[in-house]
């Protein structure tokens, strides 16, 4: 199953292109056939200044997205070989739980936080089952419930932003 991750940083491509400098050419090259494989990973490549994403402003970079474990597994490796020695830090968390209990502060993606809540949305769609909903309801209670959760339960279909775009049309 993917899951949802964030990945911060606080590397820069600078720092990261320098380091890239001390690896052979052919590393470099599997390095970027790797990135490039992460287009499908639904990644948004964002700067970050601890609070909130913005275009440019920040000494962070943010990355959220979807992807299968062995492919952060191996960000882990490149990230930690590339940047070995350098200053700074990266850090990955797993937000999959979180999104998929409706717990999620979308308030930190700023610009674009709409378009990573149906990302997520999205994501709720394909993966919600009901042991998750059930296992909310054992954390939290059943108050925590969103309607959209409720709706889920009672096998109603799920309304999420992109319906509603679709209904404007």
Avoid at 12 to 38: Q, W
Avoid at 58 to 77: N, P, R, S, W
Avoid at 126 to 148: A, E, P, R
Wanted: aromatic content about 14%.
């Amino acid at each position: 199953m993917k899951r949802v991750y964030r990945i911060i940083t606080s590397y820069t491509h600078e720092d990261t292109n320098e380091a890239l400098k001390n690896f052979s050419d052919e590393f470099v090259e599997e390095l970027m056939r790797f990135a490039e494989s992460l287009i499908w990973c639904e990644f948004y490549d964002l700067k970050y200044d601890g609070k909130i994403c913005h275009w440019s402003n920040g000494d962070m970079q943010l990355h959220v997205g979807i992807a299968d474990e062995e492919t952060i597994e191996q960000f882990k490796y490149y990230d930690d070989l590339v940047h070995d020695g350098i200053e700074g830090f990266t850090s990955i968390e797993d937000l999959t739980t979180e999104v998929l209990h409706s717990r999620h502060d979308y308030g930190i993606y700023g610009f674009i936080k709409t378009e990573v809540q149906m990302t997520f949305e999205e994501y709720i769609r394909d993966y919600l089952t009901m042991d998750i909903v059930l296992d909310k309801v054992s954390l939290y209670g059943g108050d925590s419930l969103t309607d959209n959760e409720k709706r889920f339960l009672n096998n109603e279909p799920m309304i999420f932003l992109i319906d509603e775009f679709k209904e404007e049309e």
